[in-house]
């Protein structure tokens, strides 16, 4: 059975910029019909730039995207989350935690952060098992925060459906690939939805 259509998607930033960075609206602009919410991290709208620790930053995503849903008028689980790097990491986070899990339609990663630049062994993959749901991975070849193989070898922990894309010969930050992430988007966002 095919997944229920999605209702709306909440995106989030990366650590080193905002809601408005012109990636994020690029993405944003590839779930085009849907509604989107591109959302600031609680330091952001402070004006640090350091980021919090992961727990407030998790509380973040699940308050934006409950009360996103309860706008629309729909559960969570109508709602696709995401977003660039660490922004991403943090939704995945939120779905998997096992005492408050977020309930959503589905998870869009770009530039999954797997770890510190030339440090692969410190990998952010202990909540991976706890991500049941279908979920779009996005990031460049050249990423030095996760090779492709390093990504796959890690996401095979992931009980759901995960699709890759890679964009050839690009780094973390996917410069000049807009159009090609983008496309991914909107042929995986909305099953049975046709791609260009």
Known sequence: MAPRRPAGVVLFPGSGSSAGHPSLVSLAAAFAPLPVLRADFPYRRAGRSFPDRAP??????????????????????????????????????????????????????????????????????????????RTLCISGTRDTFGTPAELRRAFRRVPGDVTWHFVEGKGHDLKRADDEVAAAVRSWAVPGRPRG
């Open 56 to 133: 407030v930053l998790v509380q973040c995503v699940r308050d934006e995207v409950r009360a996103f849903a309860v706008s629309l008028g729909v559960p969570t689980s109508r709602i696709i989350i995401g977003g660039r790097s660490m922004g991403g990491r943090m939704c995945s986070m939120a779905v998997a935690d096992d005492d408050d899990p977020l309930r959503v339609a589905g998870l869009v990663l770009v530039s999954y952060p797997l770890h510190p630049p030339g440090k692969p062994g410190s990998g952010r993959t202990a909540h991976l098992p706890g991500v049941g749901v």
